[in-house]
């Protein structure tokens, strides 16, 4: 874009300040606000957030407890979990294999033939090993080190992440290509699930990914998120209501958060917890759906009652 067009668009020279540094220093609020401008094309109202992604905006600056740091990390939210269940925990854990510090403390030869490497503190650092033989330990070195030099936070002013301690994590591999798999984000609102968005294919790829909402109930909202709409009719899993009531345990005593669950043949297992969905500048379409998805989040600052979907 010439010079005219950041005149045209002055949200954009967001982009290119932030590529140099310039908005690193920035306190939280007008970041966010210059933030949300250029990715949304609105202005952030904070002063009485109605939208979805206006409120997890909110909520970046006023919901802040010590704890949410522990929820966030990668491998410290397995113990969340198991404190949170209690007895029954275990069976919705995916097993860890291993922690690190640094890529080079790794050694592969313990590792399973097919295993999948994250990182604790970031979103979408995920390397996945089907055949050990075939693994490209390069290619996923220089991810992960970028990755740890990376602070989450910086971008998105996501603070939880702030003080992560960086790791790298092995687990094991869980197979999702089959029909009976899928991925589910509950979203809850002051402890109760208000929606379901269902992941289907590839996290991370916009060629085999599909994202569709449900509320409560699995009825189908007609709303669109990054990924497109399944071509196909989902299906209610059996397991439906063991997701909602494992989302609700997890999410007690908490204005918002999506617990990321996999439900692979029949069992469910823990993914993440995670606070701000797509950093609160998740498009969705149709636009007054971002506003709909956001009626049922009751901020403390709203004192009127707001009903669910």
Known sequence: MNIVGYLKNPAKI??????????EHVPDEPYLKLMFKAHMGTRLNLDNPKTFNEKLQWLKLHDRKPEYTKMV?????????KEKL??????YIIPTLGVWEKFDDIDL????NQFVLKTTHDSGTVIICKDKSKFDIEGAKKKIEKSLNNNFYTYGREWPYKD???RIIA??????SSPECAEYKLFCYNGKVNWVMVCLGTAHSNDTRTNDGFDREFNHLPVKFIAPNAKFEIEKPKEWDQLIEFAERLAVGITQMRVDTYLIDGNIYFGELTFYHDSGLCP????????????????PLQKS???DL
């Open 284 to 299: 969705i379409r149709p636009i007054e759906w971002d506003l709909k998805l956001g009626e049922g989040l009751k901020l």
């Open 305 to 307: 009652e707001e009903g």
């Open 171 to 176: 687990e094991k591999y869980m197979e999702l």
């Open 164 to 166: 992560v301690h960086p």
């Open 109 to 112: 030869s313990e590792l399973p």
């Open 86 to 91: 209690g007895g029954d925990s275990n069976k």
């Open 73 to 81: 990390d990668k491998y410290e939210a397995k113990e969340y979990v």
């Open 14 to 23: 967001f982009f290119v300040l932030k590529k140099f540094g310039v908005l």
